[in-house]
């Protein structure tokens, strides 16, 4: 089967790379597969799981928004923070998801910024969502 070259990078560095059949994701604009051979593209990402098919296993790494390009035989997503599934810290997701609850609660109050923990609850359902292989 063709495949083409998936790289996941953040501000930190690398944090995948692997010759994949497929990948897919959440765009701005809805959901993106990209096969072998797709024509060349940028587009914006949301905070999401990228899924990565390959030998009929599909990997999953998380991602807080960012970019996907799409150049002949290789893919870069280029990702504010990006996680593989196993590595993703479930106790820490599990806080971040509990302190950002705690915000939303406490919105009536001024100082809370209300964006700002829709945001964070975002990444830590996202996280916890992909250590246990959903999405
Ligand atoms: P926290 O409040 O726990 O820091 P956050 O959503 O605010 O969560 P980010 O700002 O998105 O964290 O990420 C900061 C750095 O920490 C990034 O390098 C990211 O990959 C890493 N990171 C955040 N949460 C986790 C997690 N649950 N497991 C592993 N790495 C994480």
């Given at each position: 089967?063709?495949?083409?070259k998936?790289?996941?990078v ?89 302190r ?36």
């Amino acid at each position: 089967m063709k495949t083409m070259k998936v790289n996941v990078v953040t501000p930190d560095g690398p944090v995948y790379e692997s010759d994949v059949e497929m990948v897919s994701t959440k765009a701005q604009t809805g959901e993106l597969g990209i096969l072998p051979g797709h024509i060349p593209m940028v587009a914006p990402l949301e905070i999401g799981a990228v899924r990565m098919k390959h030998d009929g296993k599909t990997e999953l790494v998380a991602v807080s928004g960012g970019f996907l390009e799409v150049r002949p035989d290789t893919v870069t997503i280029l990702a504010q923070t990006a996680e593989t599934s196993d590595e993703i810290d479930v106790e820490r997701a599990i806080r971040a998801k509990e302190r950002a609850e705690q915000r939303l609660r406490e919105r009536q109050q001024e100082n809370v910024d209300f964006r700002r923990a829709e945001l964070a609850l975002q990444r830590a359902i996202n996280r916890i969502s992909i250590s246990q292989g959903k999405l």
